[in-house]
């Protein structure tokens, strides 16, 4: 039994990779990689960033809190578009469902997320609506929050590059005067 084993690593040694037609041998099994998303579904995320853009320049809650649902809802239909199959069932195809209820079934590992959003549906009707008081101040900004985390996940989940949050000015700022501040004084020396 050594033997045959041995001419087998023998006829490896001699024979080396199998050739390509078309280049060099490290194209023989090439790793495949993700596609991009549909143009589609890029749209969708580009909308939805900037809905989230225009939610944070609204003065008041109820506006901030619509614009960035609806923001949120933008960046579901994106994952639909990029994962979504038609229906199968024509009973379950006639019927009108919600994006947060169709996205658990398409994405599972945003099923949470899906409740996050679909728990606010009511209150973003409210808002829209214009009745006072609908969303307060501080749902406004926990839901612009919450819409940016979960764009920068889809974002990342469909292959793409995230647009990540600007610096703050007056990190620039720190950053302009350069080694030998008083920055550098305060932190300990850990090497």
Do not use: C, K
């Not at 979504?84 to 949470?112: D, K």
């Not at 409210?126 to 900004?141: F, L, M, N, P, V």
Request: no cysteine.
């Amino acid at each position: 039994m050594a033997n045959s084993s041995a001419a087998a690593a023998r006829r490896r040694r001699a024979t080396g990779p199998a050739p390509s037609l078309t280049g060099p041998v490290s194209d023989v099994h090439p790793v495949l990689r993700r596609a991009t998303a549909p143009p589609a579904a890029l749209d969708l995320l580009a909308q939805a960033r900037a809905g989230l853009d225009e939610a944070a320049v609204h003065e008041t809650p109820n506006e901030r809190y619509a614009t960035a649902h609806l923001a949120a809802l933008r960046t579901a239909a994106a994952v639909l578009a990029a994962r979504g199959r038609p229906e199968s069932n024509p009973r379950r195809r006639a019927r009108i469902r919600s994006a947060w209820e169709v996205l658990p079934e398409i994405a599972p590992e945003l099923t949470e997320w899906s409740a996050l959003f679909a728990s606010g549906a009511r209150r973003r009707a409210r808002a829209e609506a214009g009745i006072q008081g609908a969303a307060s101040r501080r749902d406004a900004d926990d839901l612009i929050r919450d819409v940016a985390m979960f764009i920068r996940l889809v974002e990342r989940m469909l292959v793409l590059q995230p647009v990540l949050p600007q610096p703050r000015p007056d990190a620039d700022e720190a950053e302009d005067r350069g080694p030998g501040t008083d920055r550098d004084r305060e932190m300990p020396d850990a090497g």
